[in-house]
C-alpha cells in the first residue's frame, strides 16, 4: 500500500520525477525543451510559482508552490501526462514514461529553503553536464541570468545567495 502524499496549503515542495528505466528520456535538446514548452503551458492552466527547476538526462527537479486551487498531486498530474503522451507520440512508443509516483518533500524552514534551492542549481554541474551552472539552459538558474521571469518566478533576494 503507497503512502498518502502529504499536501500543506502554502507551502513549496522539492518535486522529483524520474524516468523508467532510469532511461536518459531527456539526452536530446528537443526533449528537454518540450518540458520547457509543457512547464509553460501549466503555468497558465494552473495557479503555482515555479521558483526554480532543473531538467536533467532521466529526471527532473522542481522547486514549486501551489497556489490556491489545484494541489501539487493535480499540477504534477497534468505535466507528467502531457510529457508523457507527447514523448511516447514523438518516439512511437507505448507504456509508462516515469517510474513512479513523482517524489515530493515539504520545505520547512529557510535553510531548508536555500540547500535545495542550490541543490537543484548544481545538479548540472554535479553531473558534469557544465562547468558553472547558470550556463545550463534547462534549469531555473540559466533563467536567472538572463532575467527571464516568464517560466520561472521573479526570485526573491535572500534566493540569489
Not at 68 to 96: E, T, V
Not at 99 to 123: C, P
Request: proline fraction near 2%.
Amino acid at each position: 500500500m503507497r503512502q498518502k502524499r502529504i499536501l500543506e496549503i502554502g507551502a513549496i515542495y522539492h518535486v522529483v520525477a524520474r524516468a523508467n528505466r532510469n532511461e536518459f528520456i531527456f539526452q536530446t535538446e528537443e526533449m528537454k525543451s518540450l518540458m520547457l514548452e509543457i512547464l509553460q503551458k501549466a503555468k497558465k492552466r494552473f495557479n503555482f510559482q515555479l521558483k526554480s527547476f532543473c531538467i536533467m538526462g532521466n529526471h527532473v527537479h522542481l522547486l514549486i508552490k501551489p497556489g490556491k486551487g489545484p494541489n501539487l498531486s493535480r499540477i504534477m498530474q497534468w505535466i507528467l501526462s502531457i510529457f508523457a503522451i507527447r514523448f511516447n507520440k514523438i518516439y512511437n512508443l507505448k507504456g509508462h514514461v516515469w517510474y513512479d509516483r513523482f517524489k515530493s518533500k515539504i520545505i520547512m524552514s529557510f535553510l531548508q529553503f536555500i540547500r535545495t534551492f542550490h541543490y537543484i542549481q548544481e545538479n548540472p554541474v554535479r553531473a558534469g553536464v557544465v562547468k558553472k551552472h547558470s550556463n545550463y539552459r534547462y534549469s531555473g538558474s540559466w533563467f536567472f541570468r538572463e532575467q527571464s521571469y516568464d517560466l520561472i518566478d521573479e526570485p526573491d533576494l535572500y534566493m540569489l545567495i
